[in-house]
Nanobody
Framework: QVQLVESGGGLVQAGGSLRLSCAAS????????MGWYRQATGKERELVADITSGGSTNYADSVKGRFTISRDNTNNTLFLQMNSVKPEDTAVYYC??????????????WGQGTLVTVSS
């Protein structure tokens, strides 16, 4: 069984910075794509950024230039560096990973989410 545990959420002032972490553990053969998603109250869950095992990144237009996604493949950990945060960044942030649990198949795993609140 594979688990993702997010950490680093909390309250931050607009213009400030926050760093989210997502640690994967369990029976992992390899991890392909990892990503951060967020869901604000009353809105659908949306992609924030994702990153392949090779380091290719993709960002939502709303966070380009402010957020940076990265990963530590040695420790199976995903990061999201959030700079110049805005009140509209307030949401529950979820980590997702596509994990190869064997040579034969993969499974999509989600973390429990961590709340980020940006105050004006």
């Amino acid at each position: 069984q594979v688990q993702l545990v997010e950490s680093g959420g909390g309250l931050v002032q607009a213009g400030g910075s926050l760093r989210l972490s997502c640690a994967a553990s369990g029976r992992i053969f390899s991890i392909t794509t990892m990503g951060w998603y967020r869901q604000a109250t009353g809105k659908e869950r949306e992609l924030v950024a994702d990153i392949t095992s090779g380091g290719s990144t993709n960002y939502a237009d709303s966070v380009k230039g402010r957020f940076t996604i990265s990963r530590d493949n040695t420790n199976n950990t995903l990061f999201l560096q959030m700079n110049s945060v805005k009140p509209e960044d307030t949401a529950v942030y979820y980590c997702k990973a596509v994990v190869a649990v064997s040579i034969e198949g993969t499974v999509e795993v989600w973390g429990q989410g961590t709340l980020v609140t940006v105050s004006s």
